[in-house]
Nanobody
Framework: QVELAESGGGLVQAGGSLRLSCAASGHGFNSYAMGWFRQAPGKEREFVAA????????HYTDVVEGRFTISRDNAKSTAYLQMDSLKPEDTAVYYC?????????????????WGQGTQVTVSS
């Protein structure tokens, strides 16, 4: 059982940066892959990035690769999303998820636990 809580969202200008955190509580954080998804108004939740249970493997959706970096600190039971060179189209609520099977899935339904989300707004 894992509970997740995101933080770090806010309002930034285009080209700026934000660092999102996802703090986990409960057992087994180190055995889950972690993912970040985002949802803009009127759109479905979409995959952003995922990281393996060890933190040694990551992958990203094409539109953020090179700008966003996912990481995790298992000693702190926390996952992060560093977002640089932000664009207005990055505006969304960002959610972290924990995937028990640890496949680093791009599908929302494969994740077992979710945080409540944190709003990221990028102005032009």
């Amino acid at each position: 059982q894992v509970e997740l809580a995101e933080s770090g969202g806010g309002l930034v200008q285009a080209g700026g940066s934000l660092r999102l955190s996802c703090a986990a509580s409960g057992h087994g954080f180190n055995s889950y892959a972690m993912g970040w998804f985002r949802q803009a108004p009127g759109k479905e939740r979409e995959f952003v990035a995922a990281i393996s249970m060890s933190g040694r493997t990551t992958h990203y959706t094409d539109v953020v690769e090179g700008r966003f970096t996912i990481s995790r600190d298992n000693a702190k039971s926390t996952a992060y999303l560093q977002m640089d060179s932000l664009k207005p189209e990055d505006t969304a609520v960002y959610y972290c998820g924990a995937e028990f099977l640890a496949t680093m899935s791009r599908k929302e339904k494969d994740y077992d636990y979710w945080g409540q989300g944190t709003q990221v707004t990028v102005s032009s």
